[in-house]
């Protein structure tokens, strides 16, 4: 039920929710307490009721502290920042968010530092502090794309990619901010660079979708290694109850965490030796990419390269020859998609 989009089937599962909570707390079991109320928080704030959604956070951020689990309560805080920033509460916000973040300075846990990361570069963007704003969100940018390199299914590294496209999306609308500041920066360039580096992950994530054979010329044996690997990995990271708090884990004495990091160790050196051994895998699993001369370069006097990046409130075109690059701010994606569609339709009944 939470799953679905309906603010009614969000209300049924909150009330689902709320019976399992009171189970949870008759039976003691504070870590079950502090998730399942971080859930009902989640559900609340999905149908935009943000105080109930902060009463919920504040009451498994206490659970948390009291049991010590460390990831748990920077995931929580982060929830807590986002919150906070949605009730207009922008100190508090960032309170929560730097919290997160010192949290995890001493964890091993890109993804919640990067959430915080980005929660603080929103922040300091509103407040006016571009240049900061930008060095948080290529921080960010950076945990996720090292955290993106670990996952050895395919198809999570794809969906992994995709709900990650907002940050992309706020990283290339403030560099272009940047960009009508200081128009001789170079930064209607780097846009550019970043919107062709999302769109090569994706065409690569099609590639793998597609079950293209990117692994010819790979030995056998390598191979065979490989997709055990991805599967013990993948049974091994099914078996997590929580992904707030695996810490909690460690402390009631499960062995199945230091399993999982000794076979992701295990993957990743199988990896390295994969793409030392295949040059043709490597190519296409780790494309170079290129500088906005590089991608200048590939052009001739006859060819103009045209690309888009479509936002939420605001879209972007950049017009690239040989010699120059020129940019323009489009509508919102909506607008868009809606003029693409009339114009589709338009097209349809000539036929």
């Known amino acids: 039920l939470l799953a679905e989009e309906t603010t009614d089937s969000k209300r049924k599962a909150i009330s689902k929710l709320a019976g399992a909570l009171s189970l ?9 307490e502090s998730a399942t109320l971080t859930v009902i928080g989640v559900a609340y704030s999905d149908i935009k009721e943000y105080p109930k959604a902060l009463e919920c956070f504040q009451q498994a951020l206490q659970i948390s502290q009291s049991l010590d689990g460390r990831l748990g309560e920077a995931a929580i805080q982060v929830m807590l920042g986002e919150t906070f920033s949605f ?54 940018l950076a945990d996720f794309e090292s955290l993106r390199t670990r996952i050895p299914s395919p198809d999570w590294r794809a969906s992994f990619f995709v709900s990650k496209q907002d940050l992309f999306g706020f990283y290339i609308d403030l560099i272009m901010q940047l960009h009508q500041e200081q128009a001789s920066g170079g930064f209607d360039g780097l846009a550019l660079q970043t919107c ?9 994530d099609a590639l793998v979708e597609a079950r293209a054979d990117i692994r010819q010329g790979i030995e056998p044996s390598l191979l065979k290694r490989e997709r055990m690997l991805q599967q013990q990995i993948n049974a091994k990271a099914a078996g997590f109850g929580s992904f707030l708090l695996p810490s909690d884990a460690r402390k009631l004495g499960s062995t199945d965490e230091p399993a999982l990091e000794d076979l992701m160790a295990e993957y990743r050196q199988l990896e390295a030796k994969i793409r030392a051994t295949s040059p ?26 045209l690309e888009y990046s479509l936002g939420d409130k605001r879209s972007f075109l950049w017009v690239v020859s040989p010699a120059t690059i020129s940019s323009f701010t489009l509508p919102g994606r909506a607008q868009i998609e ?13 036929e």
């Open 24 to 32: 949870w707390k008759s039976m003691h079991e504070e870590v079950m």
């Open 87 to 140: 009730l207009g509460r922008i100190q508090e916000a960032l309170d929560a968010y730097q919290k997160a973040r010192q949290i995890t300075q001493g964890l091993s846990d890109p993804y919640i530092r990067a959430n915080a990361l980005h929660g603080i570069a929103r922040i300091r963007r509103e407040q006016g502090n571009l240049i900061e704003a930008r060095g948080l969100a290529e921080s960010a």
């Open 196 to 204: 062709d580096r999302v769109r090569a992950r994706g065409l690569l």
């Open 280 to 305: 043709h895998y490597a190519a296409l699993t780790q494309p170079p990419l290129l500088s906005a001369s590089q991608i200048q370069g590939v052009l001739d006097e006859r060819t103009l390269l």
């Open 338 to 350: 809606n003029a693409a569609r009339r114009f589709y339709k338009l097209l349809s009944k000539r």
